[in-house]
């Protein structure tokens, strides 16, 4: 068998035109625009090209982008003034504050200042709550974007055997309960859990999140499920020397000869993340305003 690939890229671009064409409409019949602000705090490299990608995505769609950068020793206590004020401005549906945060600041008590209908993240203790008791919430990017992949290639999830391995609060964790509330039999693996290989074997679902280069190898995998690889890894290049390749948390080649569909990556889980916190900007500013939210786009 040769998997069926799922192109993220492509999906990402329809989701991206879904919420600009809700956007035109909020703007002409409601007189509103949705507002992201996304606060940085440092000069993480990596963090530089998040933040400039989401701006400049969040505009491309319609929406206001409002960027906060923050010297890499900024107080906790200005830290939060900001978001005390971006929760008190109308203007702003979500906020965002870029993670890693520089290590004299408190992640939890920061994140947990953000007001929960702006935290588009999805990280506020509410939110995750919300999410754990099957309640609406905001929903992490990541596992939304995996789970919208998921719906749009099986239909229902109702009873299909998912295994997520991987167990962090940013994708493992929410991805379970997401699983769960679409009515799968869910199983967590992790870097404990005994006969890992086993437990894959069995899922129709696999979703792989470890953070660990082509771990799950396609003996691990029942012919035909689906899997969906959210790692993004950078190894040295196998063949050429110097260089480096990006690979995923599952071996691509060996997976797609047993499964019947597989996120590839670069060009699969990655691209979903910004185009759902877009989506979970349209959806806080729906939300707050009243308004009907956007079909398709939410959990
Ligand atoms: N840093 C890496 N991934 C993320 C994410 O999804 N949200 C935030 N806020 N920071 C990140």
Redesign the pocket.
């Known amino acids: 068998m040769t998997a069926t690939v799922i192109d993220g890229k492509a999906f990402a671009g329809t989701v991206r035109e879904k919420v600009a064409a809700h956007v035109a409409r909020l703007k002409e019949e409601n007189g509103i625009t949705p507002g992201l602000a996304v606060v940085l705090v440092g000069e993480d490299p990596a963090s530089q090209v998040?933040v400039r990608s989401k701006g400049k995505q969040t505009v491309e769609v319609g929406m206001n982008s409002f960027e906060h950068k923050l010297d890499a020793d900024t107080s906790e206590e200005d830290l939060l003034a900001l978001l005390d004020k971006l929760n008190a401005d109308e203007t702003v549906h979500g906020i965002?504050?870029?993670?890693p945060l520089p290590k004299h600041l408190n992640e939890d008590l920061v994140i947990n200042r953000i007001d929960p209908a702006k935290d588009v993240?999805g990280f506020h203790i509410s939110n995750v709550g919300l999410l754990g008791t099957g309640q609406k919430s905001m929903v992490p990017?990541?596992p939304l974007g995996c789970l919208m992949m998921l719906r749009d290639h099986h239909g229902s999830l109702s009873g299909l055997n998912a295994v997520v391995v991987g167990r962090s609060n940013?994708v493992g964790k929410p991805m379970a309960n997401l699983l769960l509330k679409d009515s799968c039999t869910v199983t967590i693996a992790h870097s404990r859990t005994k006969n890992i290989e086993e437990v894959c074997k069995q899922a129709d679902i696999v979703v792989a999140a470890v953070g660990r280069p082509e771990m799950v190898t396609g003996d691990w995998i029942k012919p035909g499920a689906t899997v969906i690889d959210v790692g993004i890894n950078r190894i040295p290049h196998p063949t050429e020397e110097g260089k480096t390749k990006l690979v995923g948390d599952c071996d691509y080649a060996s997976c797609a000869e047993v499964a019947g569909a597989i996120t590839p990556v670069p060009g699969g889980v990655g691209p979903m993340?910004i185009a759902c916190l877009l989506a979970n900007t349209l959806t806080a500013c729906c939300r707050a305003n009243g308004l009907a939210e956007p079909e398709g786009l939410t959990a």
């Open positions: 998040y965002l504050v870029q993670l993240d990017c990541t940013i993340t």
